[in-house]
């Protein structure tokens, strides 16, 4: 399964163009433009798999640096300090990781 079999590749295009500056990355924002927000909390839990590349049931840091990718190959990487706001928000339990469930409600609250 592909980002675009769940989400729309014109909103992907313009939501990775938005945040192609560097630290200009907003993930409420983003999540907003390419209509994840909108999805069924099984489409973002499927959203999570494709984003969790070593499929370890979690999105990592070393992942989630490259989160924007897992939307658009050709999307730039998060710098350091863009990751690591992303990980403060939705790392609830502060293991250092993202799981499926943290994810959902990291999605919900934007």
């Known amino acids: 399964m592909s980002m675009t ?3 729309n590749a014109e909103d992907i295009k313009k939501a990775v163009g ?3 500056a560097a630290d200009s990355f907003d993930h ?3 999540f907003q433009m390419v209509g994840l927000k ?23 840091e070393d992942e989630l640096g490259f989160i924007l990718k897992g939307f658009s190959p050709d999307a730039r990487d998060l710098s350091a300090k863009e990751t690591k ?5 939705g790392d609830k339990d502060g293991d250092g990781k993202i799981g499926v469930d943290e994810f959902s409600t990291l999605v919900a609250e934007s």
């Open 18 to 20: 938005a945040f192609s």
């Open 38 to 60: 909108k999805k069924s909390a099984d489409d973002v839990k499927k959203v999570f798999h494709i984003l969790d590349k070593d499929k370890s049931g979690f999105i990592e």
């Open 85 to 89: 706001t992303l990980m403060a928000a």
């Open 5 to 7: 079999d769940l989400l």
């Open 28 to 30: 409420k924002k983003f």
